[in-house]
Antibody
Framework: EVQLLESGGGLEQPGGSLRLSCAAS????????MTWVRQAPGKGLEWVST????????YYADSVKGRFTISRDNSKNTLYLQMNSLRAGDTAVYYC???????????????WGQGTLVGVSS | EIVMTQSPATLSVSPGERATLSCRAS??????LAWYQQKPGQAPRLLIY???TRATGIPARFSGSGSGTEFTLTISSLQSEDFAVYYC?????????FGQGTKVEIK
C-alpha cells in the first residue's frame, strides 16, 4: 500500500524557515517524480514544485522560486521542501504527491499524503 | 503560464442526475490534463489522467473527454459520495497549474 506521510509543518514568523519532509513507502520511491502542492485555507490547489525521480531536475512556481528548494533522498525514501523567507501568503496545507507512468504517459498526483499545515504569522 | 478556467463555479445537481463540468486551458495542452476530487478535510483524489483515462478504482460513472483547450468531466448519475469539489490540472507545461475548482452540491 502506498503511503505518503508529511511532517515538519507548524507556525513560523515571517522571514523564517521550515523544512517539510514526506516519508514514502509501498512503492519504489526512486522510480517516480514527486511534487508538492499547497492549499491555502478555504482556497483551491496550487502547484508548488516538482522533482524528477533522480533529483536531477526540479521546477518551481514563480511564487516560491528562489525561496523554496525541493530535494529528495532516495536512500531514505524521503522528499523534502526547504522553505526560506516565509511570507504570510505561504500559509497553507502542503501535500506531497506521487507521480506515475502508464503506457509511456506520465502524470502527476496518483497518490497524495494527508498534508501538513504551515502557518506564517507574527 | 497556462491559465485553467473551470465552469461553473458551483453546480447544483440532484442525486441520480448527470453532472457536466468544464475546464478550459488558455493554450493547447494536448491531452495532458487530470481531474481530482476533494471532499472537506481530505486530500484530493485522482479521478482522470490523460484527459480521459480513469485512475485505478474510479467508478465508470466518471468519464473525461477533450483535448487541446476544452475538457469535460462527466458524472453520469450522481451518488451521495460524489458531492465534492473538482479540480482540473494541466501537466503539459511548466509551471503546472490548476483550475479554481467546481463545487458540486446537492440540489
Amino acid at each position: 500500500e502506498v503511503q505518503l506521510l508529511e511532517s515538519g509543518g507548524g507556525l513560523e514568523q515571517p522571514g523564517g524557515s521550515l523544512r517539510l519532509s514526506c516519508a514514502a513507502s509501498g512503492f519504489t520511491f526512486s522510480s517516480y517524480g514527486m511534487t508538492w502542492v499547497r492549499q491555502a485555507p478555504g482556497k483551491g490547489l496550487e502547484w508548488v514544485s516538482t522533482i524528477s525521480s533522480t533529483g536531477g531536475g526540479s521546477y518551481y512556481a514563480d511564487s516560491v522560486k528562489g525561496r523554496f528548494t525541493i530535494s529528495r533522498d532516495n536512500s531514505k525514501n524521503t522528499l523534502y521542501l526547504q522553505m526560506n523567507s516565509l511570507r504570510a501568503g505561504d500559509t497553507a496545507v502542503y501535500y506531497c504527491t506521487k507521480g506515475a507512468c502508464s503506457g509511456g504517459h506520465c502524470y502527476p498526483g496518483e497518490f497524495w499524503g494527508q498534508g501538513t499545515l504551515v502557518g506564517v504569522s507574527s | 503560464e497556462i491559465v485553467m478556467t473551470q465552469s461553473p463555479a458551483t453546480l447544483s445537481v440532484s442525486p441520480g442526475e448527470r453532472a457536466t463540468l468544464s475546464c478550459r486551458a488558455s493554450q493547447s495542452i494536448s491531452s495532458n490534463l487530470a481531474w481530482y476530487q476533494q471532499k472537506p478535510g481530505q486530500a484530493p483524489r485522482l479521478l482522470i489522467y490523460g484527459a480521459s483515462t480513469r485512475a485505478t478504482g474510479i467508478p465508470a460513472r466518471f468519464s473525461g473527454s477533450g483535448s487541446g483547450t476544452e475538457f469535460t468531466l462527466t458524472i453520469s448519475s450522481l451518488q451521495s459520495e460524489d458531492f465534492a469539489v473538482y479540480y482540473c490540472h494541466q501537466y503539459n507545461n511548466w509551471p503546472r497549474t490548476f483550475g479554481q475548482g467546481t463545487k458540486v452540491e446537492i440540489k
